[in-house]
């Protein structure tokens, strides 16, 4: 599992460099390169409104839920988390959604969009929302909640394998998702205090 405490905005710049945060920028920028090298998965320049009625589109003909995945091209864990989502045999990836990504820049940008889903973001990027068919929303949180019990499982098969560990991997991702839903409803119901979102 990766511990995650998701990207943050700052609330002011520091007027000088301190060696360790000039060690957290290259390190950031070291783990940031193979993204860059593959391209980009957060389009500043898109229409975001436009790009999420076309995927509901999308998601009704198909009849899969969507992945409302927010984030933003300068966040470590957004480019790293981005790989993850197709990176899952299927399970997260577009097998079982239609996916799109909306550029939240600094916290600057579509910020009506994500306080439509829940304000999956509150708590810092990358943040997901799962909206069915219908355009209810299903799950609104850190995009790390939908990843975990997957990754849980394929490492119980991989230990265990057999009939149990079908059975145990089927217990874990049953816990660790209804304990996402609770998550997101607490996020949902209780927004974090401090965050004063803009459009």
């Known amino acids: 599992m990766i511990a995650h405490s998701g990207c943050r905005q700052q609330s002011a710049p520091a007027t000088t460099l301190c060696p360790v945060w000039l060690y957290l920028f290259l ?8 993204a860059m090298a593959a391209g980009l998965p957060y389009d500043e320049h898109a229409n975001a409104r436009v790009d999420l009625d076309d995927a509901m589109r999308a998601a009704r003909h198909s009849g899969k839920n969507m992945l409302v ?14 790989s993850r989502i197709h990176d899952n045999n299927g399970l997260l990836g577009d097998k079982r959604y239609v996916i799109v990504k909306v550029d939240v820049g600094r ?3 579509n910020i009506d969009l994500a306080q439509m889903h829940g304000n999956p973001i509150s708590k810092g990027i990358p943040g997901a929302a799962v909206v069915s068919p219908d355009g209810q929303t299903l799950y609104s949180g850190p995009l790390i909640n939908l990843l975990e019990p997957y990754q849980s499982a394929k490492r119980l098969l991989r230990y265990t394998g057999g009939t149990l560990g079908i059975l145990l991997a089927a217990a874990i991702v049953l816990v660790l998702l209804r304990r996402a839903r609770l998550e ?6 209780n927004p974090h205090p401090g965050y004063k979102g803009t459009t």
């Open 184 to 189: 997101g409803r607490t996020e949902k119901q």
């Open 107 to 109: 916290f600057d940008k």
């Open 69 to 82: 995945v927010y984030g933003a091209n300068w966040c470590a864990d957004c480019l790293r988390l981005d």
């Open 27 to 34: 390190l950031c920028m070291v783990m940031a390169l193979p």
